[in-house]
């Protein structure tokens, strides 16, 4: 995803902060997930920083932090 689209996104809500859950959302339906270059874009944005756009990324179960199909699990230890 192009930082011109990721700006037409959050443009279209309102560049606020307030809006970040909404442009997580549409960001992600745009993509199927959440790359971490289109969330620090967001956070620069958007006037957020960073980690509060990680912290609701990772705490909404809606929101995917890896490409559909790629989950990672840990080993099993028999």
Do not use: C
């Not at 809500?13 to 992600?28: F, N, P, Y």
């Not at 874009?41 to 995917?64: D, I, N, Q």
């Not at 890896?66 to 028999?78: D, I, K, N, S």
């Amino acid at each position: 995803m192009d930082n011109a689209r990721i700006a037409e996104i959050i443009a279209k809500h309102g560049a606020k902060a307030a809006s970040l859950i909404q442009v997580l959302l549409e960001l992600q339906h745009e993509n199927r997930w959440l790359p971490r270059e289109v969330l620090h874009e967001a956070s620069r944005r958007l006037g957020v920083p960073f980690s509060k756009v990680m912290e609701v990324a990772s705490f909404y179960k809606t929101f995917r932090l890896a490409p559909p199909g790629e989950r990672h699990q840990p080993a099993v230890r028999l």
